[in-house]
C-alpha cells in the first residue's frame, strides 16, 4: 500500500495502475474508518483491479462553530485498517494541498437538491462535499467511486452532480452498515458517551415506526412523518433537526409516499449530530387485500 499526499504523485500513481488495464475504484472518506468505510473498501476490492481510498476532512463543508476542529483523526489506525484490506493507494492530502492559498476561486454546487435536507440546516454543506468529491474524481480518474447509504442526501447530491457535469466515474451507492443494536454506524459515534448513544437507537426506532405504517397500507407522508416525530419525542435527549418523508433522487418533500420513499432523519445526541434513513417501497395495492 501507497501513502500519497500530493495532488501530482496521486494522479499519476492512478493513471499508472489504469495503463496496466486495471479498472480503479475510489472509497472517498473523511478518516476514523470503521466497517462501514471498509465494506465500501471491499465492494471495491471485489469489482476494481486497484483501489484507492482517501481520507481529508473538508473544511469547506464545515461551517463555523461545527465539528471541525474535533472531527476523528486517527490516521495511523486508518491506514492498519486499509492495509489489511489490499488497498493499493492512499491519498493523504494536507488542505493547502487541496486548497492553495490564494488560488482557489471554483466551487461546485448543486443548488437545489443541495438545499434540502441537511442543507437547510448546514448551509453551504453540500457545495463544500460536491467541490472536493469533483476534486477527487478529477485527480484519481476514477472508474467507479463508493459511497454509503446512510449519507442519502449526499448520494442525492452527488449523483446530479455526476450526471449533470458528465463524469465518467459510475457512482456505486452500498447499504448502511450498523451495529447489533440497529445504530448506523458513523465516524462520529465515537464520540457518543455510554447514554447518549442508548439515545441514538430512537433514530433507528422512528424509521421503522414509519416503515412498518408504510408497509402496512399507509401512504400519506404526513402521517408517516408523525410516527416518526412520535417515536422521537420518547426521548428528551435529542434535539430533532429533521424527520422527512422525501424523494430519493430529489430529496423533495413527498405528500403521498405510494411509489416509495426515503424516509430520513438527522438529530443531535448530546453535542454530537447524526443521521439515518431508510429507503422504503409501499407494498403494491392487490397485496393488501
Do not use: W
Amino acid at each position: 500500500m501507497i501513502v500519497l499526499r500530493s495532488v501530482d504523485t496521486m494522479r499519476r500513481a492512478c493513471r499508472a495502475a489504469q495503463r496496466e488495464g486495471k479498472a480503479l475504484g475510489l472509497v472517498p472518506t473523511m478518516g476514523a474508518l470503521h466497517e462501514g468505510h471498509l465494506s465500501l473498501v471491499r465492494r471495491a476490492m471485489a469489482e476494481c483491479g486497484a483501489v484507492a481510498v482517501s481520507i481529508f476532512v473538508n473544511p469547506t463543508q464545515f461551517a463555523a462553530g461545527e465539528d471541525f476542529d474535533v472531527y476523528p483523526r486517527v490516521f495511523e489506525q486508518d491506514c492498519a485498517l486499509l492495509e489489511a484490506e489490499g488497498v493499493d493507494l492512499v491519498f493523504a492530502p494536507s488542505v493547502a494541498a487541496m486548497y492553495p492559498a490564494g488560488s482557489t476561486e471554483t466551487f461546485v454546487e448543486v443548488p437545489e437538491i443541495g438545499a434540502r435536507l441537511d442543507g437547510v440546516s448546514r448551509p453551504g454543506h453540500f457545495r463544500g462535499v460536491a467541490t472536493v468529491v469533483a476534486k477527487l474524481l478529477n485527480i484519481t480518474g476514477a472508474d467507479r467511486a463508493y459511497f454509503g447509504q446512510k449519507d442519502a442526501a449526499q448520494v442525492a447530491v452527488l449523483q446530479a452532480m455526476v450526471r449533470d457535469l458528465n463524469f465518467a466515474t459510475e457512482m456505486i451507492v452500498c447499504p448502511t452498515v450498523r451495529d447489533d443494536s440497529g445504530l448506523a454506524l458513523s465516524s462520529r459515534n465515537r464520540r457518543l458517551a455510554t447514554e447518549d448513544r442508548e439515545a441514538a437507537l430512537v433514530l433507528h426506532r422512528a424509521l421503522d415506526a414509519a416503515n412498518e405504517l408504510l408497509l402496512a397500507g399507509e401512504t400519506d407522508a404526513m402521517a408517516l412523518r408523525g410516527a416518526m416525530l412520535a417515536t422521537l419525542a420518547d426521548d428528551q435527549r435529542i434535539a430533532v433537526d429533521y424527520a422527512e418523508v422525501v424523494d430519493a433522487m430529489t430529496l423533495q418533500r413527498l405528500s403521498d409516499a405510494s411509489g416509495g420513499a426515503l424516509i430520513a432523519v438527522a438529530a443531535k445526541v448530546g453535542s454530537t449530530r447524526l443521521i439515518d434513513n431508510v429507503i422504503a417501497e409501499a407494498v403494491p395495492h392487490e397485496s393488501l387485500a
